[in-house]
């Protein structure tokens, strides 16, 4: 068996997808090229020609589209798009000749769908198909109906959830700003803390030194007018007030260096 484009070599003979169907009528086997839905046949390059004298209303579809081709036909193959003939007992499918061939060579059973369908129109199974079918379709319908409910619910969930991330977000948004103002208003207040005691402490040092420079001033005076017992006082004053500066450096410098940092809650 060989396979070669659109055909298939069955035995000796070629099987074709579609096979002209005036062709057919004069026992010639010819691949169709073109399809007429008002006529319902395949038709070769040849035949169409011919047609197309006969029918000029007729629409003619080619091979570009071959997908209008299908359907057409209920007594055709949805596969090979030949012509059902058979049934397979074994697999219970209905079979064109092309499918006897590739598929069911093993199988052992076949009815003729031409014995199958006789008296078949006066069965109750035939006969109750339409209200079977109606009852589907109904069924169907429902279900369609149910899901279009499900896709306005689902819309209206996600819509909803959108609404409340944004909500969700703008009292985010406002948290966040208050505690942003809380922690400046805190270094602000730190900041000028911080400031005001590196003021004091720079007026501090500079009167201390001012005193210092007036002290030693006055003593050189007093020294170098002979005042021995005032040169005294001054010396002892001026000792006194060297401890006092010393132990204001002292503790100026023994204090921690304050620097400013931030440090963010990680919990937030």
Not at 23 to 28: A, M
Not at 193 to 221: G, P, R
Not at 225 to 231: D, I, L, R
């Amino acid at each position: 068996m060989a396979y070669g484009g659109s055909s298939m070599y069955k035995g000796s003979d070629l099987i074709h997808d579609y096979s002209c169907s005036k062709c057919e009528e004069d026992d010639l086997n010819t691949e169709a090229q073109h399809f007429c839905p008002q006529c319902e046949n395949y038709l070769c390059d040849k035949c169409v020609t011919r047609h197309g004298s006969y029918y000029k209303k007729h629409t003619v579809f080619g091979r570009g589209d071959i997908q209008k081709w299908a359907g057409f036909f209920i007594d055709r193959c949805d596969k090979h798009r030949d012509k059902l003939n058979v049934h397979c007992d074994d697999h219970q499918e209905l079979c064109c000749s092309v499918c006897v061939t590739l598929d069911h060579r093993l199988c052992s059973k076949f009815s003729h769908l031409d014995d199958l369908a006789r008296g078949f129109l006066n069965t109750a199974d035939f006969k109750l198909l339409p209200a079977a079918v109606d009852n589907i379709r109904s069924k169907l319908d429902q279900l369609m109906n149910a899901g279009k409910k499900d896709q306005i619910s689902l819309k209206d969930s996600y819509e909803k959830i959108i609404a409340e991330i944004k909500a969700h977000r703008k009292e985010i948004n406002m948290i966040l700003d208050q505690m942003e103002k809380k922690t400046v208003q805190q270094l602000d207040s730190l900041m000028k803390d911080l400031e005001q005691c590196a003021k004091d402490d720079l007026e501090t040092c500079a009167k201390m030194n001012d005193q210092l420079k007036d002290m030693v001033d006055k003593l050189n005076q007093i020294t170098c007018n002979q005042k021995k017992t005032n040169s005294y006082i001054g010396f002892r004053k001026c000792q006194t007030m060297l401890k006092e500066v010393t132990s204001v450096m002292q503790e100026i410098q023994g204090r921690p260096k304050e620097g400013l940092r931030f440090k963010s809650d990680e919990s937030v």
